[in-house]
């Protein structure tokens, strides 16, 4: 099973996580199980950018991402070669370091 790690964030994991992840989920779902509240305002489907990611290590293990995601990329903030809409990515075998925006363009902040 692949390892994820998450950097510390502020407010969303202060002292970082770790978790264990299945091949072929997202890595919001991954998150998302394993107690890292990643925010999704659009409720996973690609539009928006609440999720945005920046994958540190292992970013060319995940699938390539579509056109759509890339347009919203585009709108992230903070945006990096190695960003990634967490809703999106889908995990392969190989272990990833994650780390989370400190912000986000969400006008509204939803608790999921």
């Not at 978790?19 to 539009?47: D, P, Q, R, Y």
């Amino acid at each position: 099973m692949p390892k994820l790690t998450f950097l510390p964030h502020d407010v969303i994991c202060p002292d970082g996580a770790e978790i264990e992840a299945n091949e072929g989920e997202t890595i919001l779902n991954a998150a998302l199980s394993g107690g890292v509240s990643i925010e999704h305002a659009c409720e996973k489907s690609c539009a928006c950018t609440t999720c945005h990611v920046v994958v540190r290590d292992g970013f060319f293990s995940l699938t390539e991402a579509e056109e759509n995601e890339e347009d919203y990329l585009d709108k992230a903030w903070g945006l990096e070669p190695e960003s990634r809409l967490s809703c999106q990515a889908i995990i392969s075998k190989d272990d990833l370091v994650i780390e989370i925006p400190k912000y986000t363009i969400n006008m509204v902040s939803e608790d999921h």
